[in-house]
């Protein structure tokens, strides 16, 4: 669901209520109040998906369903915000009276499968993306129609399935990324540098592609740093984990000469640093 709603909108909302409240209203104020009254019918489920907490719109849609039960748009949004909020299970629920009811379409059945992916229920997950005709074919049906291909490790449905949703979004970052992770699984460390660089290329800020490069670099024995945009407390949280790579490759010395480089540059207290650089040397790694 887009976000319509502009904050100019939002503006003409709250001065309105404003005015109201002064108890000066003008034939103004009341047309403000009549455009609050338009936005309050057509658009304040965009605006609490889009613009609120996610537990409070849970909290206005589960209320507009008490008051009206049979709304679908209602159900639809308190499915949605449950998501938000990483309420997936009780999502669940949600979509699944839906379905119950003959009123799922597509959209829903996407909406659920993720729901299911989050709560582990991948079977069920599957036989909602079957229930969805091959013609509909959009972003997200194609980047978890790839995670349960993962799942599943029918690595080259997967990999079709991300060359496809690469194709279909214009910010593939993310799932270049989940891409790359999936090449990690299966052993091919310079497959997934490649994809997330790739992804970094998109997004520079996307931090799980940083951790992500610096990690399987360093699974090949590669610990340095890649040349890619980071700040200091992101070059210290990479080197930390470039530090952890190597302790588990039984490469102690360099390990214990990372994990001081990574305290010496974050700008602040490293705990998570220091008390691993401290075992590390109380230790007999080798």
């Given at each position: ?93 949600v ?127 590669n ?20 530090a ?14 990372l ?11 490293f ?16």
């Amino acid at each position: 669901m887009g976000k319509r709603f502009t904050k100019s909108g939002l503006a003409i909302v709250a001065l309105s209520l404003a005015l109201t409240a002064c108890g000066e209203i003008t034939d103004e104020d009341r047309q403000l109040n009549g455009t609050m009254n338009v936005i309050d019918a057509s658009d304040m489920n965009d605006i609490m998906l889009n613009f609120a907490d996610p537990n409070e719109a849970v909290i206005y849609f589960e209320t507009a369903l008490n008051n009206e039960p049979d709304r679908l748009d209602f159900k639809r949004g308190l499915a949605k915000s449950l998501m938000n909020a990483r309420r997936h299970a009780e999502a669940v629920l949600v979509y699944e009276q839906i379905e119950a009811a003959g009123n799922a379409n597509n959209e829903d059945r996407l909406d659920m499968a993720d729901a299911y992916i989050r709560g582990g229920g991948w079977d069920e997950a599957q036989a909602q993306l079957n229930l969805i005709p091959p013609t509909y074919e959009t972003y997200d049906r194609y980047r978890l129609e790839a995670i349960v291909a993962d799942h599943n490790q029918q690595w080259e449905k997967a990999d079709s399935f991300y060359d496809i949703a690469r194709g279909l979004t214009t910010r593939p970052a993310n799932v270049l990324n989940n891409w790359g992770f999936s090449k990690r699984i299966r052993g091919d460390n310079q497959g997934a540098a490649e994809l997330f660089r790739e992804a970094l290329r998109n997004d520079p800020n996307l931090t799980t592609a940083k951790t992500n490069l610096v990690i399987v670099r360093a699974l090949d024995g590669n610990y340095r740093l890649p040349v890619i945009p980071m700040n200091e407390p992101e070059r210290a949280v990479l080197l930390f984990e470039i530090a952890r790579i190597a302790i588990q490759r039984r490469d102690c010395d360099v390990a214990a000469g990372l994990m001081q480089e990574a305290i010496d540059t974050h700008p602040q207290h490293f705990e998570a640093a220091v008390a691993a650089l401290g075992a590390l040397n109380s230790s007999s790694c080798n």
